[in-house]
């Protein structure tokens, strides 16, 4: 598996009519089956020990995570925690959703918020996925909780036509442009997507 930089947003203008081949009015599939989830953990940890370990781009205080995991199109939008990086993640419904598109290839989806870029990716016991880089480096972070905080809060943005986030933003953050911690909200449980939690999280992504 490989890991892009790219921004996490590029435009909040609607996407060609063929980029989602399926819409979010399509039935709504049931939770993420917990061994799906379990096999994302256990893939990102395995990239963890062959090509991260140690390196100053991780945070210690961080392990490798799927969590946040929300029905959308035919599938599941959630984020990955990982030492190094917070990543958004689909994973379809149907395992054949995603067998025409190029391995590694770049796919465009319109998310609420706007249109994000995603490469394809395949793991054992998981099959094909999306996944799409949304923050590196994660030393702003200072536990796993406040990870898991981040990530509810990333993909309910993501999920948000509200506003979407700045264009360029992964790209910036990929770079290597330190963030300055904003403390976070005490916004009560299941307003994740609240105005305060919203601003908090881009205060993560913030040069």
Same mark, same amino acid.
């Given at each position: 598996?490989?890991?892009?930089?790219?921004?996490?947003?590029?435009?909040?203008?609607?996407?060609?009519?063929?980029?989602? *081949? @399926?819409?979010? $009015?399509?039935?709504?599939?049931? #939770? &993420?089956?917990?061994? !799906?989830?379990?096999? =994302?953990? /256990?893939?990102?940890?395995?990239?963890?020990?062959?090509?991260?370990?140690?390196?100053?781009?991780?945070?210690?205080?961080?392990?490798?995570?799927?969590?946040?995991?929300?029905?959308?199109?035919?599938?599941?939008?959630?984020?990955?925690?990982?030492?190094?990086?917070?990543?958004?993640?689909?994973? *379809? @419904?149907?395992? $054949?959703?995603?067998?025409?598109? #190029? &391995?590694?290839?770049? !796919?465009?989806?319109? =998310?609420? /918020?706007?249109?994000?870029?995603?490469?394809?990716?395949?793991?054992?016991?998981?099959?094909?996925?999306?996944?799409?880089?949304?923050?590196?480096?994660?030393?702003?972070?200072?536990?796993?909780?406040?990870?898991?905080?981040?990530?509810?809060?990333?993909?309910?943005?993501?999920?948000?036509?509200?506003? @979407?986030?700045?264009?360029?933003?992964?790209?910036?953050?990929?770079?290597?442009?330190?963030?300055?911690?904003?403390?976070?909200?005490?916004?009560?449980?299941?307003?994740?997507?609240?105005?305060?939690?919203?601003?908090?999280?881009?205060?993560?992504?913030?040069?």
């Amino acid at each position: 598996m490989e890991i892009y930089a790219t921004p996490i947003i590029t435009s909040a203008n609607p996407a060609p009519s063929d980029a989602n *081949p @399926a819409r979010s $009015d399509s039935a709504s599939p049931p #939770p &993420l089956p917990e061994a !799906q989830r379990q096999a =994302l953990t /256990a893939a990102y940890a395995a990239i963890q020990a062959a090509h991260f370990a140690d390196l100053p781009v991780c945070n210690p205080a961080l392990t490798v995570e799927a969590t946040a995991f929300q029905p959308w199109e035919a599938g599941w939008l959630g984020a990955m925690i990982t030492p190094w990086s917070l990543m958004a993640i689909w994973v *379809p @419904a149907d395992h $054949d959703a995603l067998a025409g598109l #190029p &391995l590694a290839g770049s !796919q465009e989806r319109l =998310l609420p /918020a706007g249109v994000c870029p995603f490469t394809v990716e395949e793991e054992p016991g998981i099959g094909r996925f999306l996944a799409s880089p949304l923050f590196s480096p994660l030393h702003a972070l200072r536990s796993q909780e406040q990870a898991r905080e981040a990530a509810a809060v990333a993909v309910a943005v993501l999920l948000s036509a509200e506003e @979407a986030l700045p264009a360029g933003a992964g790209a910036q953050a990929q770079a290597g442009q330190t963030a300055t911690e904003p403390a976070s909200p005490r916004s009560p449980a299941g307003e994740l997507d609240s105005p305060a939690r919203r601003q908090w999280f881009r205060g993560l992504l913030a040069p």
